[in-house]
């Protein structure tokens, strides 16, 4: 399926598979597993890329930092919050 290095493309109404190889340093790891609670390897690089990605986009939410306004009563929304 072209150059991209992938093996297999599986596609589903919610669901978009990417098979793929990757060459991981084998200490970083074994640390890493090691404070996987039970997590197989699949399962501590997708929640790794999670992680990498929602970062990603919390940088790219902090270039706003101080540049917009809001008006509102923060006493209030924290409240309402909380009052089900």
Do not use: C
């Not at 190889?21 to 640390?31: F, G, M, Q, R, S």
């Not at 090691?34 to 929602?54: D, K, P, Y």
């Amino acid at each position: 399926m072209g150059d991209n290095n992938l093996a297999e493309k599986t596609e589903s109404p919610t669901l978009l598979l990417m098979e793929t190889a990757v060459t991981i340093d084998a200490d970083i790891l074994n640390k890493a597993m090691q404070s996987a609670n039970g997590q197989t390897q699949r399962q501590l690089v997708e929640n790794a890329l999670r992680l990498f990605a929602m970062q990603n986009r919390q940088g790219e939410a902090r270039k706003y930092r101080g540049k917009l306004q809001w008006e509102g009563n923060l006493d209030e929304l924290r409240a309402a919050k909380w009052s089900l």
